[in-house]
């Protein structure tokens, strides 16, 4: 069964407002998680990595201010799109190792497919 | 960072046929991951395999870590496996580890 598991798989929004996906380790704890992101029929790129109880590491070219990570325990990292336009529409997608650090398999939750109207 | 490329980008087969995807990566890695990404997004963990060969029903899975490339077997191939595969890797680094992954195969199987 799952190990990471997102909500919401799907949003819809309008050109302005904020939008919150959450990532939740499922009975394992994890001290790092990542998000990536994905366009339509490319591949996925890693845009930030998020840290328990610090900042998170943002990937050169992501803003930071634009795409607000808190990971405030050690079962759920939140990624915030603030002020969201179309370009921000995309599918994100999280990921953690049930290592719970920085080695071994990682696995992914569902995605969360945003559209921004 | 570590590039990442993946073969072919395409490939139609008909069911019961045998495929080889190629993963090369340009540098030593301590992880490397295969994916099969369903038509609804989600990532499927197929291989966990920086080193060595594994087998996982029909699909196997091999890396020759020394020279920098993973291959994936799909035998009697079924419709349901259409989808893109991806493969992945890491280096695992004090400063930190991403995982990078290649461009993706889509996989066609039809009946």
């Known amino acids: 069964g799952a190990v990471v598991s997102q909500h919401p798989s799907r949003v819809i929004c309008k050109s302005g407002t904020s939008v919150k996906i959450e990532c939740r380790s499922l009975?394992?704890?994890?001290?790092?998680m990542f998000w990536y992101r994905q366009f339509p029929k490319q591949s996925l790129m890693l845009m930030a990595t998020?840290?328990?109880?610090?900042?998170?590491?943002?990937e050169q070219g992501v803003e930071k201010d634009k795409f607000l990570i808190n990971h405030a325990s050690l079962t759920l990292s939140t990624l915030t799109v603030t002020s969201a336009h179309p370009e921000d529409s995309s599918f994100y997608i999280c990921?953690?190792?049930?290592?719970?650090?920085?080695?071994?398999?990682?696995?992914f939750g569902e995605g969360s497919r945003l559209t921004v109207l | 960072g570590i590039q990442v490329e993946q073969s072919p980008p395409d490939l139609i087969l008909q069911e019961g046929a045998n495929s080889t995807l190629r993963c090369n990566f340009s540098?030593?890695?301590?992880?490397l991951q295969w994916f099969h990404q369903n038509p609804w997004g989600q990532l499927i963990n197929l291989f966990y395999?920086?080193?060595g060969t594994k087998q996982n029903g029909r699909l196997s899975a091999t890396t020759v870590a020394t020279e920098r490339y993973s291959l994936l077997y799909i035998s009697s191939s079924q419709t349901t496996d259409s989808g893109v595969y991806f493969c992945?890797?890491?280096?695992?680094?004090?400063?930190?580890?991403?995982?990078?992954f290649g461009e993706g195969t889509q996989l066609t199987v039809n009946p």
């Open positions: 009975d394992f704890q994890a001290t790092t």
């Open positions: 998020s840290n328990e109880g610090s900042k998170a590491t943002y």
């Open positions: 395999i920086p080193s």
């Open positions: 540098d030593s890695v301590n992880n």
């Open positions: 992945a890797v890491e280096r695992w680094e004090t400063s930190g580890s991403r995982l990078t």
């Open positions: 990921s953690a190792r049930t290592s719970g650090g920085n080695t071994g398999e990682l696995f």
